[in-house]
């Protein structure tokens, strides 16, 4: 071949290359970038997946595979509503990208584990423990470890097996002693060094915890003891005091079938909406005198009482064998305005942080649905294997989760 | 040149080229991808430019330009969190992608504009104009008109300037006509045919507007006539009624720097905080019976009185010639706790989603000042040419923006 030929053969292979070169930087930039303020993920507990959904147009975006056990599964969100924090109940800790759809990292931190929270700052990590019992502080962006809070109580100093972990504000995280009876609070605004703050003699058995959406009150509540024990963090001098003495499991040892969760408590309007224990009802609390207002006659044994965002309405779900079922108070009238059947084992349900669409997670059918809040009707169905828990990213930004 | 000797020089180029374009896709892939959630941008009054700037590490991404008269300027965010929409008072209403950092669309609507709002479902964004007066809707994606109320009252049906425009639920907007003293309520759940309600007769010359966060009631304020008009949303049919009789310019007819912002009011713990209009003092209210509870004696006449997100603090800037600093009530002790001083003209506030910073504008210093809201220390300083409103995407989930 005469180099002539060459020469006018090499001209146009370089300027395909670039366009080449172009278009694959376009693609690139204009395919993965989005924004990821209408983001979540919804965990699938059969096979230890997360499918990523997006509520602008209601789809699932792709899955993510390998993250362990998550049959009692939590998800907190990265402060750039970028990465997901997944809780497994393997005492798997997995840091998930929503961008990329997959896993950064993962540690398995401890041998049994039941929930977490990320630091107000979103430095830190924190990880409530059974097995061996305690909290453990990661480095959000690495997932090293930082401090490890053993809570050693009584004679012997036994470590505790931990639930009702929350994030407060001041870098604060708050939880409780199952086997100890106590809360204590860690200031981890140093998280290598936490100060602890112990209230011990708070009730037998803390099964489980909540703060109010203002992170003011941390109530946890006592199993097979009647009430629930309160700490206001604008006065931890005050101590812990116990309120609603009717709540809990009663004299009466009512068939339970699920403890209700103390995440599953909804502020909406003046009140507190509160699953009763082994009861078919809602008990409606004044939050200021911390005592019951009436009781909403409901289907079945709630698990979750949830508000949506403006307040107006509170939707519920219920325990075996009535959980096929959701139903909605209108908060303004205090009565059931509504019931529906999205399918079988309703496990979870989560709102659009703007209160326009709730989605629904329905195990036993495979699928999510979800509703127009205002108009009730079904707005989307997703296939999802055995869905639980659906977070969305908005709660990055919430207080206390 | 032979052509053996070009041959050779030509099997190493396409590598080079192609390592290249990997590692621009690399570049592009990683430089480019992140999180939205912990955006926002500052208003640049002088030059009609935006800063984008991220909270996390609490620095300047980058600057757009060309973005018109933004003297009076506001803005809303997109569900995503990706776009910014900038309300200017020339009428421009742009849309900006915060990712790639330009405007994406820019239209001008109308010949002078007041501020603007975005629908709970994102579809739609409202502007309140002056002149022409009305409301115009927008699809947001697209920026294409969909509807126009040119809110015509009274006698030959001039059109009424508008102001105090907020998103409400269920895809509702509200706002005040100026110079018709109505509130209007309008139904976009079908934006191309607003359903309008209004409300005629409620005080003189409304000058601005706010829905409280959980998008139930709606205050207008008076200008040059006492006391405030509000509008229960859960219950519109029983009609607007008159709240707060002695807040206003009253009778004395204080020289006023500067009417205080609607939405310059917070919710804190159980009250309303109020900036008087032309006193030294913030009102403390009872939003149960809408009554004064009590007042707090301030640096100068109070312009934005902001809440942290918990509650438990309230920030209120000055008017000229205070404007120099900045105040903090504890909320718990009512009472002013700290006085700091971020520079000349402060003119805005604005706390990360879950409260741990606050990020204020000091215009005639050309600088954004960043507080650890903890502890009070300075955590970073950022100048910015003539720095006004400062917006976080963390609004794209709150109602009533």
Redesign the interface.
């Known amino acids: 071949?005469?180099?002539d030929r060459?020469?006018q053969r090499?001209v146009p292979r370089?300027p395909a290359?670039?366009l080449?070169?172009l278009w694959?930087?376009l693609c690139?930039?204009s395919g993965?970038?989005?924004?990821?303020?209408?983001?979540g993920v919804v965990i699938g507990r059969a096979d230890g997946s997360l499918t990523v959904i997006?509520?602008?147009h209601r789809t699932a975006l792709g899955r993510i595979d390998g993250l362990g056990d998550l049959s009692h599964a939590s998800v907190v969100?990265?402060?750039?509503?970028?990465?997901a924090y997944v809780f497994g109940r393997d005492g798997g800790l997995s840091k998930v990208d929503?961008?990329?759809r997959r896993v950064e990292k993962r540690i398995v931190q401890a041998g049994n584990s039941i929930g977490g929270a990320i630091s107000?700052?979103?430095r830190v990590i924190a990880v409530s423990n059974y097995e061996p019992g305690g909290v453990r502080l990661f480095d959000a962006a690495s997932l090293d470890p930082v401090a490890e809070i053993p809570a050693r109580s009584g004679e012997g100093g036994k470590r505790s097996r931990v639930v009702g972990l929350v994030d407060a504000?001041?870098?604060r995280f708050v939880f409780s002693l199952f086997d100890a009876g106590e809360i204590w609070l860690a200031e981890a605004?140093d998280p290598g060094q936490p100060v602890i703050t112990r209230f011990p003699g708070i009730g037998r058995q803390p099964y489980d915890g909540l703060i109010t959406p203002?992170?003011?009150y941390y109530i946890a509540g006592l199993f097979g003891e009647d009430g629930l024990a309160l700490l206001d963090l604008?006065h931890p001098e005050a101590g812990v005091r116990r309120i609603l003495d009717h709540y809990g499991r009663g004299e009466q040892a009512l068939p339970v079938y699920k403890m209700p969760h103390l995440e599953g408590w909804a502020r909406a309007?003046?009140y507190l909406f509160i699953p009763a224990v082994g009861h078919h009802s809602v008990l409606v609390v004044d939050p200021?005198e911390w005592k019951e207002v009436t009781r909403i006659a409901l289907h079945g044994q709630p698990v979750f009482a949830m508000a949506r965002?403006?307040?107006?309405q509170v939707w519920v779900n219920f325990a075996f064998p009535d959980n096929d079922t959701v139903q909605v108070i209108d908060v303004?009238r205090l009565e059931v305005v509504r019931e529906l059947k999205p399918g079988r084992a309703v496990l979870h349900m989560e709102f659009?942080?703007?209160?326009?669409q709730v989605w629904v997670s329905a195990r036993d059918d495979d699928r999510v649905v979800v509703y127009d809040t205002?108009t009730f009707g079904e707005l989307a169905r997703l296939p999802v294997p055995k869905p639980s828990g659906i977070f969305l990213?908005?709660r990055?930004?919430?207080?206390g989760l």
């Open positions: 071949m005469p180099a060459l020469l090499r370089w290359a670039t080449l070169c694959s930087l690139m930039a993965s970038l989005r924004g990821t303020g209408d983001l997006e509520t602008t969100f990265s402060r750039d509503e970028r990465y929503l961008l990329r107000q700052d979103g504000p001041g870098d605004g203002d992170g003011r604008w309007g003046d200021h965002p403006d307040g107006r303004d659009t942080p703007r209160g326009e205002a990213t908005a990055a930004h919430r207080i």
